[in-house]
T-cell receptor
């Protein structure tokens, strides 16, 4: 139900700067990871994904880095724009559990004009 | 834009009422999911389905139930709503060979 609890961590960046959003995942058996963007009042939207046999993948203005040793995932956004302001979630899928995505706690990105 | 739709977008209902949140997708996806999300918090999986006549409970315990009689339709029902059910409910779907999930806009439920 409703919860007055922890607020999401917030990253504030200047428009035009690069943003780095970090995520620690929980299960060393996870083999597929996705970054989602959620704007206010909307459902999450796919940004980029990466499989565990890779350590880097690039998209348009975004790069995902995977460090399996420390179970860490990061999303880099180049030349951050006001439209990038949103909450960003990482999600993991565990090998052998192909039907479930487990979401991390999210980071709010605020872009200053 | 993904073709997955949720209705209603917003619902305010009294305690004890039975409600059904609708979710439909036109992509022919086998897998469908329901997530619960409190404001400013992460998404928690409450139900998922591999395909028709298949449903499983997710990681977060929920008093809701789901059904999957048709591929495109995955409704969620609360038999007796309580204030603790107040939250946002997000439906998603994905293909069998791809874990990427497409989300609907969500239903924001308030139980008074």
């Amino acid at each position: 139900g409703e919860s007055v609890g922890l607020h999401l961590p917030t990253l504030s960046v200047q428009e035009g700067d690069n943003s780095i959003i970090n995520c620690a995942y929980s299960n060393s058996a996870s083999d597929y990871f996705i970054w989602y963007k959620q704007e206010s009042g909307k459902g999450p939207q796919f940004i980029i994904d990466i499989r565990s046999n890779m350590d880097k993948r690039q998209g348009q203005r975004v790069t995902v880095l995977l460090n399996k040793t420390v179970k860490h995932l990061s999303l880099q956004i180049a030349a951050t724009q006001p439209g990038d302001s949103a909450v960003y979630f990482c999600a993991e899928n565990m090998s052998g559990s192909s039907y479930k995505l487990i979401f991390g706690s999210g980071t709010r990105l605020l872009v200053r004009p | 834009e993904a073709d997955i739709y949720q209705t209603p977008r917003y619902l305010v209902i009294g305690t004890g009422k039975k409600i059904t949140l609708e979710c439909s997708q036109t992509m022919g996806h086998d897998k469908m999911y329901w997530y619960q999300q409190d404001p400013g918090m992460e998404l928690h999986l409450i139900h998922y389905s591999y395909g028709v006549n298949s449903t499983e409970k997710g990681d977060l315990s929920s008093e809701s139930t789901v059904s999957r009689i048709r591929t495109e339709h995955f409704p969620l029902t609360l038999e007796s709503a309580r204030p603790s059910h107040t939250s946002q409910y997000l439906c998603a779907s994905s293909t069998r060979g791809n874990t990427e999930a497409f989300f609907g806009q969500g239903t924001r439920l308030t139980v008074v």
